[in-house]
């Protein structure tokens, strides 16, 4: 199992929806990753704000937030970690991608996702696959799905060391 430093960061990229970004910071904190969020945002993100948004997550949630692309990719570069990106665009289903401990999730913005340049600057891109038609999910159903899929896969969600692999086998207890 991974150490707490190795836990994967959820990131988001310029976030236009103040509803998404508290959704997101409720994710974070129930499954006690980060939360980084790439500003700027499409809206005030000020104390009173954060913790409207938040609701009383607020508090339990990692939040960390970096004033542009170039500062978020020298704290990610920092600690060698990969940023994946999640993109109406890639290949790579995330459901059969290789997650590696501390690896980042970098959702881009609700209206644009990201430019050329940071999608480039990503080692990987995952996709949600979709009905055919369909263009996308909410960034944050697309980020909680893919960060399960990664957590799941290295045994991180809150409990996994308690339980035995038997009592993992079971949805219905």
């Not at 970004?21 to 704000?49: I, K, S, T, Y």
């Not at 609701?55 to 994946?84: K, P």
């Amino acid at each position: 199992m991974a150490t707490p430093q190795r836990r994967p960061w959820l990131a988001l990229f310029e976030p236009d929806i103040p509803g998404n970004f508290g959704a997101a910071l409720r994710l974070a904190a129930c499954l006690d990753v980060e939360l980084h969020v790439v500003e700027p945002c499409g809206f005030p993100l000020d104390d009173r704000r954060l913790k409207r948004a938040g609701l009383d997550y607020a508090a339990a949630a990692g939040l960390v937030r970096h004033a542009d692309f170039a500062a978020f990719r020298t704290a990610a570069g920092r600690e060698v970690r990969r940023l994946v990106l999640l993109s109406t665009k890639a290949s790579t289903p995330y459901h059969r991608f290789a997650y590696r401990p501390g690896d980042v999730l970098l959702a881009g913005r609700e209206s644009a996702g990201v430019p050329d340049a940071v999608a480039a600057s990503c080692g990987a891109a995952v996709r949600i696959p979709l009905k055919s038609g369909l263009r996308s999910l909410n960034v944050v159903v697309a980020a909680g799905m893919a960060l399960g899929q990664c957590m799941a896969s290295q045994g991180l969600f809150p409990g996994d060391a308690e339980r035995g692999d038997e009592e993992g086998d079971h949805l219905d207890e």
